[in-house]
């Protein structure tokens, strides 16, 4: 993207000569390659994830086999691939179609009624659609294996940046897995990214800048890093959701005026600056907390509050506390 800016012949079958041209007279910029230690860590969190993909892509064929026999098991099941899910499967594939027994089989409490997953329960199940059942439960359980091996081998290659995973997990809403994914997409040294902005466009997180004319044609996001950007973009949801924090307090304060995508954006970017500077000075997660925008824009507050106020009819006249 750098290059494509640099007068010369950049589409020509002498491309290759050209690029390597530029590059011994220093006119392009180094990519960020992490160390050996970081690149394995890499390797494992996104194998990790592809597993995790198979698996939901797995588990989606089964409930279409499900349905195929009329089973709704997802409508009474939070989970089909739960306790109670795995031995309603089992015994099905076994041969049992009494409703009543495979009722029997739930465990813990359901999210319906016992006469709602007896009904549920009440299909018509061929020996084709016990096999894609066996086929696909088999092929879960054995991905299930081998993201538990994965997540083994996580654990010895996260052993020298256990300290730094355990600062990020001080942030709303990152996990243990989300900690383990920024650590291996953008590593422990923040000395790669000059500031903070350089991180965040190399993530995608920042719209891009698309203008001719003195007119703005284009504020769409540029590309970044997708392992890491869905990663952030998915648990800027769940902190979008959590209470008393600065980070839904800034999700709500952009919803209103830019709508829920944009301002999501804008707290998967919050969460990154936070890692950033974490990673950089050592230290642990600190939160603005809910009222921070109002504590900082008081005259504003008050100004909205009391036109608020007149567009209810009620005259105001403020005066400064004692």
Not at 110 to 121: G, I, Q, T
Not at 161 to 186: C, H, K, Q, S
Not at 284 to 300: I, M, N, P, S
Not at 310 to 321: F, K, M, S, T
């Amino acid at each position: 993207m750098q290059i494509r800016n640099v007068p010369g012949r950049k589409s020509d079958t002498n491309d290759a000569v050209w690029i390597a041209d530029l590059l011994a007279h220093g006119l392009i910029r180094s990519s960020f390659v992490p160390p050996p230690s970081i690149q394995a860590l890499r390797d494992l969190t996104r194998t990790r994830k592809q597993l995790v993909r198979e698996v939901s892509q797995h588990t989606l064929r089964l409930q279409k086999v499900l349905e195929d026999a009329n089973l709704k098991l997802t409508s009474v099941l939070s989970d089909v691939l739960g306790l109670s899910g795995r031995a309603m499967l089992t015994a099905i594939i076994e041969g049992e179609t009494n409703p009543e027994r495979l009722a029997d089989l739930s465990q813990g409490r359901l999210k319906a009624s016992r006469a709602a997953v007896v009904e549920a329960l009440r299909g018509t199940v061929t020996p084709h659609h016990r096999f894609l059942l066996r086929l696909h439960l088999s092929h879960i359980r054995t991905l299930e294996a081998v993201i538990r091996e994965v997540e083994s081998h996580l654990g010895d290659a996260l052993a020298p940046f256990r300290a730094a995973v355990d600062r990020l997990l001080t942030i709303p809403a990152v996990g243990e897995t989300v900690a383990r994914v920024i650590v291996a997409e953008i590593g422990v040294d923040m000395t790669r990214f000059p500031t903070v902005g350089h991180l965040i466009s190399w993530a995608g997180l920042c719209p891009r800048l698309h203008e001719s004319a003195g007119k703005r044609l284009s504020t769409r996001t540029r590309p970044g890093n997708p392992w890491l950007k869905t990663t952030l973009v998915q648990v800027a949801w769940v902190a979008a959701r959590t209470r008393n924090t600065y980070l839904r307090a800034q999700f709500l304060r952009l919803k209103s005026r830019r709508g829920p995508k944009k301002a999501i954006l804008a707290v998967a970017a919050s969460i990154l600056t936070a890692a950033y500077y974490i990673l950089k000075n050592e230290v642990t997660y600190h939160d603005l907390g809910a009222d921070h925008f109002e504590r900082r824009d008081k005259t504003q507050l008050a100004k909205r509050l009391v036109r608020r106020l007149e567009d209810l009819g009620l005259a105001v006249e403020i005066r400064p506390a004692a």
